[in-house]
């Protein structure tokens, strides 16, 4: 125990530091050598005040997640922060970096907080599908007001030590510990009197928070924790505290036994796993990577050259014509004024942003860059002729990434005299937002350009996961099957309306005929007709309304109506009549589909289809999967992704009906080896 905290005196001052390696997590034994240790200071008549920090980097980053599963032990966090505030003699905190979650409670829970400048506050707990459980959502608004407490609990976006100061949840900024411990012991020595945040009142009404909430509900679509969290704030204005504190800690146990809470565990982790490659040591050496070229100025080009500049690496970008160049370029400028104008970034940052982006006509000028991504037209002879091209400018070590989406990276890999050096960078549009980049290695791609790529995409705030080269990689090959299962269930007898009704209700954002209609049905057209025919071709429908010029919102017309411009469509009689035309023609007798069929049938598409993806090696891992479908495809957190919604269903139920499926619908449904291997497992 003596391990975990390091205790001194200073004069009038007891000194706790917190040095539990790597981050401070307030694991049980933690939390009880910092409780035996105020004990002390409090028995000692020489200590006036108790100091409480961390080390390093870290104050607290918070709970002990492994806890959540593993069951927690005494004393709990509530009992080291009641103590804290029972004592008798006040509670000074320096937070000297990050304070997130339960850090940040423990904070909360004494008298005064001092920061210094690198101070990094968060409640992340609603990332985890929870609310803070220890005093968090009751004692912030009461010392910030409910409406900014609020979005604090509800994004679980950090502050940083000015913020925290303007928001006045600090008393001070101070330049370093020595500073800090100076003040405090000036403060003590002139009569510092206890003031427990628990015993403030929340300022202003809480009629305010109901604006202030909207947003955040809104964006939820019926998520627990948001629903909850706003909630707990309403309850700080009125109840007495040590109700609202009862109803606070209850809620986050019983949050944190909610299927949401463990979803949203599960990608926590999910993320973290991705990052680990079975063949790749986790000390490969690393390329140098300082300077980036883009191939097209285009929405993805573009796009990705953002990406690049927002972590501070300049970008050239290359274009064929001068026009499409400046154009990009424009495109680029504009995006950092309007994220200046919504005060995402300061003035400062968006002109060091679009001054780290360059543009050039001539191939030659990214001859010196460490890294070219291609991002031209999606077609092999292209991307061939822009390989050979950039293998003869690129220097000796340059990774040369293709962006492509579908196409074969083996193939691509052979127009140049370093296969090696090539890997796919499949961005997902719009690149510059979306956290997703799958990392594509190719058959002889090398193990140090992969570990590169991996760490180049966390360094430019993405989250990299590994897939290996087949048509559609991992997401789009899975996405792929679900829509087309859903252009079966139309053919059969369903309607489009129906099928994204339940998907929305179900939890997406958009239903799968909305985002054809959202992405353009003319893409989906092109791409299938560069294919040739598919065994099931369900896709004659949406083949037909292109070639019929409804292209989707872009045109006003697609699988909905979009009466004058509207984002969302409404159902148009002459599809459901085209819908029935179809059908007829392909001898199918239309039938009532139930919203249950359709669910399970276009969910466990998905999931076999990713079971197939881990079963031939073209992802390491279902979890890898899930990371991918949350972060790329708009798949809610909440239900932890498609392989994990499929092991909270059973697996014996999803072999089951997959089974089925293939005995009455035909040969795409065959069950993955893989999936029944783990079906039976599960039930043993």
């Known amino acids: 125990m003596e391990n975990l905290i390091d205790t001194q005196t200073r004069g009038p001052l007891g000194i706790i530091r917190m040095q539990r390696a790597p981050v401070n997590a307030l694991g049980h034994a933690l939390r009880g050598a910092i409780s035996e240790a105020h004990r002390g200071f409090e028995a000692d008549p020489a200590i006036r005040a108790t100091v409480l920090t961390g080390n390093g980097k870290f104050f607290s980053a918070g709970a002990d997640i492994t806890e959540f599963d593993t069951g927690r032990k005494k004393p709990y966090l509530t009992d080291l922060i009641a103590r804290l505030e029972e004592g008798t003699k006040p509670v000074v905190v320096i937070i000297n970096g990050i304070a997130y979650g339960g850090g940040f409670e423990l904070a ?67 330049s370093d510990e020595e500073e800090a411990l100076a003040r405090i012991t000036q403060t003590v020595e002139a009569g510092l009197p206890r003031r427990p945040v628990r015993d403030l009142t929340v300022p202003g ?61 599960h990608i926590f982790f999910a993320e973290r796993s991705a990052r680990k490659i079975a063949d790749v040591p986790a000390d490969t050496p690393l390329r140098p990577m300082e300077s980036a ?80 991504v291609e991002a031209v037209f999606e077609a092999m002879d292209v991307k061939h002729e822009v390989f050979a091209k950039l293998d003869a400018v690129c220097k000796p070590g340059a990774i040369l990434a293709t962006n492509t989406s579908t196409l074969d990276i083996d193939k691509i890999a052979e127009a140049t005299s370093r296969p090696r050096d090539v890997i796919g960078l499949h961005f997902f549009s719009p690149a510059h ?34 897939v290996g080269v087949c048509d559609g990689f991992a997401g789009n090959r899975m996405f792929i099957n679900f829509n087309r299962e859903a252009q079966i269930l139309i053919e059969e007898g369903a309607l489009p309306w129906q099928v994204d009704k339940v998907f929305t209700d179900w939890g997406l954002a958009m239903g799968p005929l909305s985002v054809m209609d959202l992405a353009g049905l003319d893409v989906g057209y092109r791409i299938r007709q560069a294919r040739g025919s598919q065994t099931p071709y369900p896709f004659t429908t949406a083949d037909r309304l292109a070639e019929s010029g409804r292209y989707g919102q ?38 009532p589909v139930t919203d249950e069929e359709i669910l399970r049938r276009c969910l466990w598409q998905l999931v076999n289809t990713g079971y197939q993806i881990v079963e031939e090696g073209i992802a390491q891992r279902t979890g890898d999967l899930d990371v991918i479908f949350v972060n790329g495809y708009g798949w809610p957190r909440t239900r932890g992704g498609p392989m994990f919604y499929a092991r909270e ?8 009906d997959v089974t089925r499926f293939h005995e009455e619908i035909g040969p795409h449904w065959k069950p993955s080896a893989l999936l029944l291997e783990e079906a039976k497992a599960a039930g043993a």
């Open 554 to 591: 872009k045109t006003g017309r697609g699988w909905y109506l979009y009466p004058e411009g509207a984002r969302r469509g409404v159902p148009d009689p002459e599809v459901e009549k085209l819908i029935e035309d179809v059908s007829r023609e392909k001898g199918i007798r239309r039938r």
């Open 433 to 466: 937002i979306m956290k997703l980049v799958e990392v594509v290695r190719a058959r002889k791609t090398a193990k140090d350009v992969i570990a590169t790529s991996m760490a180049l995409g966390q360094r430019i705030g993405k989250i990299p996961v590994l």
């Open 108 to 174: 909360l829970g004494c008298d005064y907080i001092y920061l210094l400048p690198q101070a990094r506050l968060a409640f992340p707990e609603i990332n985890l599908g929870n609310i803070p459980g220890a005093g968090g959502t009751q004692k912030l608004p009461r010392l910030i007001g409910g409406p900014k407490a609020l979005d604090i609990i509800l994004t679980g976006t950090p502050i940083d030590a000015s913020r925290a100061l303007e928001l006045g949840i600090a008393e001070t900024i101070v």
């Open 293 to 372: 070229g883009i191939i097209g100025a285009g929405t993805m080009g573009t796009g990705i050259a953002m990406c690049f500049a927002n972590a501070g690496i300049p970008v050239r970008v290359i274009e064929q014509e001068q026009e499409r160049l400046d154009h990009g370029l424009a495109r680029i400028r504009q995006t950092y004024e309007t994220m200046r104008d919504r005060g995402r970034i300061s003035a400062e940052e968006a002109q060091a942003r679009a001054g780290l982006v360059t543009g050039s006509v001539d191939l030659a000028a990214v001859a010196n860059a460490d890294i070219v």
């Open 205 to 265: 009404s809480a009629d305010e928070l109901e604006t202030a909430a909207e947003p955040h509900l809104r964006r939820s679509r019926g998520a627990m924790a948001v629903l909850k969290g706003v909630e707990a704030v309403r309850m700080s204005y009125s109840a007495p505290i040590d109700e609202a504190l009862a109803w606070e800690r209850d809620t986050f146990h019983e949050l944190n036994a909610s299927s949401e809470a463990r979803a949203q565990r």
């Open 649 to 656: 269903t059973g697996l014996a139920q999803v072999a089951a």
